[in-house]
Every structure is written in C-alpha cells, then in structure tokens.
C-alpha cells in the first residue's frame, strides 16, 4: 500500500507541477511581454493577467479549504475574478506567480504527509477528499493555462 500511495503521490504532483500532456505554468508565461499582460483579444472575455490572478485564487482556495475548515470561499463568480487593469506592474506579477508557486508547494506538502489520507473525505467539506482536491488543481489549472496559451497565439507572442 505504501508504493502503491508513493505512486500516486508522485504522479498527482507532477501533473500539478510540470503539467505533463500541457504546458507548465513557467511554460506558458515564459518571455510573455508586460505590455500584453492586460490585453483582452475580440470577442473573449479575460486578458492573461486575470487568467493568471484566477488561477491564484481558485488554488489559494483549494488549499485553505483542505487546510481548514474556517475558511470562507470567496462569492462565486466575482471573488475569483480580478477587473482588468490598464497595466499589471511587474512586481503585482511576480507576486501573483509567486502565490502561485507558494500554494502550489503547500498543497503538495498536504499530499506528501504520510498521515493525509489521500481518499478520506474532509470533515469540513461535502464529500471532498485530497485525492479529487489534487486532481481539481491540476485540471482547473490547465484549463486556465489552455486558455493562456490561445491568447498568447492570437496576440502573435507565442513561439
């Protein structure tokens, strides 16, 4: 059972991590011009930099939701959403990205402790456990990247 959880572990974190069948969060934003940032092509609705600031907030809240239960989720839809500013500073962006990694490296820390169980379902929750809070990460996250990456061609900055 222990190599079997090894091997889950393993495999839930590099899907979080490096993305495997899509691009890494570093992936995605690498050489991104700052200009950009805040761009919003036709007919979509977000630009990069509330794609980014999204993703921010909904792994933050993941990870405090598995980490207690006296968190309160922000109101759906417009707590997950940052307004588009004419300009992201370089140092909102790196924050940004930086709670992004910093989170992330929490919530793996959650499923490499041996006393997690990675299918018993939270106490606080409605049936969730960390093995469907992993996999939400994972896929909400590439989902947004996805997006990111579609802005990026149609802004012609992508390789």
Known sequence: MDQ?????V????ALIEK????????????????ALRTVIPD???????????????AQWDIVEFCLSADHISPAWPDGYWS????K???????NCIAQIKNDRQRFVEILSDRST????????????NIFREALLIADHNAYH?????IIRRLLKCWR
């Open 43 to 57: 007919n979509l609705p977000y630009s990069i930099w509330q794609l980014v600031d999204h993703i921010r907030t």
């Open 83 to 86: 307004p588009n500013p004419e």
């Open 117 to 128: 169980d990675l299918y018993k379902p939270l106490p606080h929750g409605t049936g969730q």
């Open 145 to 149: 990247l996805g997006e990111i990456l």
């Open 19 to 34: 993305g495997n069948a899509h691009l890494s969060l570093d992936e995605t934003i690498a050489d991104l011009p700052a």
């Open 10 to 13: 393993a495999e839930l974190m």
């Open 4 to 8: 079997e959880r090894n091997i889950i």
């Open 88 to 94: 992201v500073t370089d140092t909102l962006w790196e």
